[in-house]
Nanobody, 127 residues
Framework: VQLQASGGGLVQPGGSLRLSCAAS????????IGWFRQAPGKEREGVLC????????YYEDSVKGRFTISRDNAKNTVYLQMTSLKPEDTAVYYC?????????????????????YGKGTQVTVSS
């Protein structure tokens, strides 16, 4: 049972990246999904988390309008599309998951964290 994030890299300010998170050993359908990031010297923060329904999606204030989440159930993979990237988005990004437990609140999962975190992928935004 594991998650593997990929797709990070170096991008110029204003650019875009799409991160992927592939799950193995279990099916993502029926689980809350989240993307977290940790910048050097800072605590890990929840960036975007989704509960059972799309309307439950929580966006950290600084990424609203720039980051979106999508999923491909056939590939058991979720994606984080990041646009208009800024230097302050530089961090290691992690995907995570947790059983829904009847909680349909992305903010809950982003605030309290999740059960399983994948290995992170580095995103560096710099000119």
């Amino acid at each position: 049972v594991q998650l593997q994030a990929s797709g990070g890299g170096l991008v110029q300010p204003g650019g875009s990246l799409r991160l992927s998170c592939a799950a193995s050993g279990f099916t993502l359908d029926g689980y809350a999904i989240g993307w977290f990031r940790q910048a050097p010297g800072k605590e890990r923060e929840g960036v975007l988390c989704i509960g059972e329904t799309p309307s439950s999606t929580y966006y950290e204030d600084s990424v609203k309008g720039r980051f979106t989440i999508s999923r491909d159930n056939a590939k058991n993979t979720v994606y984080l599309q990041m646009t208009s990237l800024k230097p302050e988005d530089t961090a290691v990004y992690y995907c995570a998951t947790a059983p829904l437990r009847g909680i349909d609140s992305g903010s809950y999962f982003c605030y309290y964290g999740m059960d399983l975190y994948g290995k992170g992928t580095q995103v560096t935004v710099s000119s």
